[in-house]
Every structure is written in C-alpha cells, then in structure tokens.
C-alpha cells in the first residue's frame, strides 16, 4: 500500500512523510487514492482520512479493553471487516480490467489456502493477479 | 515484559514495512508499467482477503447459505455500489464535508426520484439538489 501511494505524497515536506506513513491504514488508503485520482497533488487527504479512522481506531481499542469480556456473543460484530472491505473494493476497482483482476485475486487467494499459511496467500494471489492485469493490457 | 517487547518489535516491524517505501519511492519517478501494477495492486489485496473472509468459515470453504457473512454482503455489495456513483456525481460540490454527510440521504433521494421519473441514473444536472 505504501509503495502505491508513493507517487502521490511526493511534494509533502520530507519531516511530514513518517506521520503520514503511521496514517496508512487499508481505510484511509482507499479513500485517499480515490480522492487522488480526481484531485491529484493533495497529501494532505491522507493525513486527514487517517487521522479520522485513527481516533476511533484507538478510542474503540480502549472501549474493547475496557468492556470487552462482558459484550454478549452473536452480535456479528466479526461482520464489520467484511463489509468495510466490500466498501473499499468499490472505492478502488476502476474499468473492467480492475474487476477482472480483483476476481482473479478472490479466486486465488481461495485456490492458494490450503496450499500456503494465510498471509501468504493473500500476497501471492495479488502479485500474480496484478501481473495479470499489467500483460493483459498489453 | 515479554508481551511487551513482541508488541515493540512488530510495531517497530510495522512502522519501516510503511515508511520505507513511501520515503524512497516518492523521491523517485517510476515507470509507467510498475505504475500500473501497483495501481492494480491494492483491489487485489482487498479482493483476496475478502474472498477468504467471506467464503472460509472455520478453516473450510462454506458456499452454503447456512453461510450468515454470505447473506449479509449481498446487501453490503447493493449499498457499497449505490453510493460509490453517487459519492462521484457529488464531487461537483467543493467541500468534502459537505459531501459525506449528503451521500448518503442523497443516494436514496436520487434513486427515488430516477425510478419514478424512469430517468437513468448517470444523467446529473449540476444544480441537481432537489428537494
């Protein structure tokens, strides 16, 4: 993620790029990127769209530790990573090719699980999906 | 003490996998095609892990509608689509602000009023605020 959007941060002041750094989460970057492709030249996007989902991140993270055990279970709170990701598909996938290449990734990052751990799944699938997609235009 | 040196050293891990390349390739110019693939890239990353959210359940592939992460994102994926076009024709108004709060009632209002007038969605006036 912070390889992709390198280009984009290239005139913010060198002092500024570790906290935007820090701001990068799949939320923000999202976001940002699809703000980017509309405006270009603005990093500070970034760093506002991080800090947003920063200060609830952690405000959430002290509300987990602190009331956390006594949540009831089967409230399908598991279901907000899922649906945060669907909406975040939807903010970057651009032209047919992008949707090809985000089904092929679904697709092999299925085939790859029982094959290789988790994480590792998820990275080859994407490097061989986006490949795919830089030949195809071709 | 050793819980708190595994959190320092995956944090420590975290911040160099998230600075390093920001740092060193926005001081570079890259090439068009490696452009391309990193643009191509974070779909991607999405896309698998919510296929293996979505379609493994307890470590099995579950295709059935017993399947409740299933049933919930076809909803999810109605509403995600909805607003997306809406968020673009919004963008006409100058202050983001602005805009978040009105995307979504504006999405609903939107495709109220163009199913009614049986008008296609895509055609948007500029002063299009209706109320």
């Known amino acids: 993620l912070s390889a992709a959007v390198s ?19 799949d939320e923000s970057f999202a976001v940002s990127m699809a703000e980017f492709e509309q405006r270009p030249g603005n990093p500070s996007f970034l760093l506002g769209s991080g800090l947003a989902i920063f200060v609830f991140w952690q405000l959430a993270t002290l509300a ?9 279970q089967g409230l399908g709170l598991e279901y907000a990573l899922p649906a945060t990701l669907i909406c975040l598909i939807f903010l970057l996938v651009r032209g047919r090719r992008g949707v090809a290449v985000a089904i092929l990734a679904a697709i092999l990052g299925l ?3 029982p094959l290789v751990s988790g994480t590792w799944s998820v990275m080859v699938a994407t490097l061989v999906a986006a490949t795919v997609g830089v030949l195809w235009k071709r | 003490m050793n819980v708190t040196l595994v959190i320092l050293a995956i944090a420590l891990g975290t911040i160099i996998f998230r600075l390093v390349p920001l740092a060193l390739l926005s001081r570079m110019s890259l090439p068009t095609w490696l452009q391309d693939w990193l643009g191509l890239v974070p779909a991607a990353v999405l896309s698998a892990m919510l296929a ?20 919930a ?11 997306r076009r809406c968020d673009l024709g919004l ?3 100058p202050w983001t602000i602005q805009k978040l709060i009105a995307q979504d009632c504006t999405a609903n209002l939107r495709l109220a009023i163009a199913v009614s007038e049986n008008q296609p969605l895509v055609s948007r006036a500029p002063s299009g605020r209706r109320r």
């Open chain 1, 7 to 25: 280009p984009h941060v290239r005139h913010a002041p060198k002092a500024f790029q570790p906290l935007l750094a820090h701001m990068l989460t």
């Open chain 1, 64 to 72: 987990g530790l602190l009331f956390g055990s006594n949540l009831p």
């Open chain 1, 111 to 113: 085939a790859l699980m």
């Open chain 2, 52 to 71: 293996q959210s979505l379609f493994v359940q307890e470590g099995r592939l579950a295709l059935a509608w017993q399947n409740t992460f299933l049933l």
């Open chain 2, 73 to 83: 994102a076809v909803p999810t994926f109605v509403v995600a689509w909805r607003t």
């Open chain 2, 91 to 93: 963008r006409q108004t």
